[in-house]
């Protein structure tokens, strides 16, 4: 047998214009790039076939609430079709199973750092019902949903086909991911300022990146519009290397929820100013370098989906009509995001496209996994994930440990040649605790996709299907 050595060797010696592959690495080979550089070999067909990635961010719905009962997926835990779980109530003294929930409009429960927490209970995952019941005592009017304190607790409720067939039919079709955890166990903003950039913090002196310290809830203001992150964000480094960006909008209102309540306080929310939703533009990185222009709206992105002007890498996220916040509508959600995939499916990327879809947090919802501890962060609850593509394995469950770090991981592997977003060699100091892309345990999205097998067609889809039956067919 020859050393892989040798046979580099060899191939330098044979002026091999292009690459060459020998055995080991991810896909069982690698390529040598004129440069010298060793790349997995999947790694760069990967990168020859994926031109766009498109996250698509909605809001507050965990794992079991969405695909509990999806099969193949590590679901609800049922003994003949019934829930072994049971929460407590601390306002019956009796205990609440995971049910059935028809409604397309939620309640939800309180969903910021305490309230991880005390949902977790060191692992029990028992603290569903008695946080909704404790954020119910605040209600000031009770017609308000999930102000009755009669009705049924609906953080233990399941939707299936029924209410989200299309959802249930991506995940037939192309990827779901049963192991996507919220990167930090808190609200929206923090989930969002992971998913950019992989921490969460409090910066005291503006401009300053080691004035920022570890914050779960995000910086220490009220009015996020003046929130500054002088720390490290994706965009510093896709700007750098001249990949293009977009994060598209939707402008009109956003649920600000950082006080753990049922009922959360609305807020406006503009691609101009920086948001629960939108914290870029509160980004040092992403001012210097002249790049608030590269925040749009969702219509543009409608456009540029359309006419095969999408940027290399995009997040698309919602206004609260469409975001799927409690109390904002399943149904309504499910259209906005079905048009999102179909703008891509219709135009001329969708076979260089992969479409990421995920939720920023659990929204107070049952879920009854337990998160794993990676550092002092995360990670939060699970929240459902699904990937959408010609080239993802069709029908796949993938089981692998998740974070919105894999997406940044990812992003970088695709197009900043394996940069991290890592203090010591990205030209930029913070005081991060944690590389989260180099986290071990944490798993690899390319396992998500087939490079050899035929590009799977497009799935149009009605924005406002029929329902299904309890589980799509063939399933």
Not at 323 to 340: C, D, F, I, K, R
Not at 459 to 473: C, K, M
Request: overall charge negative; proline content about 9%; some cysteine.
């Amino acid at each position: 047998m020859i050393p892989k050595q040798s046979i580099a060797g060899l191939c330098i010696g044979a002026l091999i214009l292009a690459s060459c592959t020998f055995p080991g690495g991810a896909g069982g080979q690698t390529t040598e790039t004129p440069g010298g550089t060793a790349v997995p070999a999947k790694l760069a067909t990967a990168r020859q076939k994926i031109k766009h990635i498109v996250i698509i961010m909605q809001e507050n719905r965990s794992f079991d609430e969405y695909f509990g009962t999806f099969p193949g997926v590590d679901g609800i835990p049922m003994v003949d079709g019934v829930p072994t779980a049971c929460m407590p109530d601390p306002s019956t003294k009796l205990c609440v199973k995971p049910y059935h929930d028809s409604n397309d409009l939620n309640a939800g429960g309180p969903h910021g750092a305490v309230s991880a927490q005390s949902a977790i209970d060191g692992g029990k995952m028992d603290g569903f019902v008695a946080n909704y019941r404790i954020a119910q005592k605040a209600c000031k009017n009770t017609t308000s949903p999930g102000c009755d304190p009669a009705a049924t607790p609906d953080v233990m409720g399941w939707h299936d086909a029924r209410e989200i067939p299309n959802y249930w039919m991506y995940a037939k079709k192309f990827v779901i991911q049963d192991r996507m955890f919220e990167p930090v166990g808190s609200w929206s903003l923090p989930s969002h300022l992971f998913m950019l950039s992989g921490w969460s913090a409090n910066c005291t002196i503006p401009g300053d990146p080691m004035s920022c310290t570890n914050s779960i809830n995000g910086p220490d203001t009220n009015n996020y519009a003046e929130a500054d992150y002088a720390w490290t964000d994706i965009t510093y480094l896709l700007h750098k290397a001249n990949v293009s960006w977009i994060y598209y909008l939707g402008e009109g209102s956003v649920a600000d929820c950082s006080q753990e309540k049922l009922l959360c306080e609305s807020k406006p929310q503009s691609r101009n100013m920086t948001g629960i939703l939108s914290p870029l533009p509160g980004f040092d990185t992403v001012k210097e370098d002249g790049q608030l222009g590269n925040i749009q709206t969702v219509a543009k992105f409608f456009i540029d989906a359309k006419t095969g002007n999408l940027p290399s890498v995009s997040w698309v996220i919602p206004e609260l009509q469409v975001s799927e916040h409690p109390p904002a509508s399943v149904s309504n959600g499910q259209a906005y995001v079905t048009s999102l995939i179909n703008a891509i499916m219709q135009g001329p990327a969708w076979d260089s496209t992969v479409i990421f879809i995920a939720w920023d947090d659990w929204g107070g919802f049952y879920d009854h996994v337990v998160p794993p501890v990676i550092d002092e962060n995360g990670y939060g609850l699970r929240v459902p994930a699904m990937v959408i593509s010609p080239w993802v394995k069709k029908g796949y469950v993938d089981h692998q440990t998740l974070s919105f770090d894999a997406y940044l991981k990812f992003i970088e592997d695709i197009f900043l040649d394996g940069q991290r977003l890592d203090p010591r060699t990205d030209g930029r100091a913070d005081p991060r605790p944690t590389v989260r892309e180099n986290v071990a345990g944490l798993g690899d999205l390319l396992n998500d996709f087939d490079f050899e097998q035929n590009p799977l067609p497009a799935l149009v889809l009605p924005e406002r299907p029929t329902p299904g039956p309890a589980s799509i067919p063939g399933t």
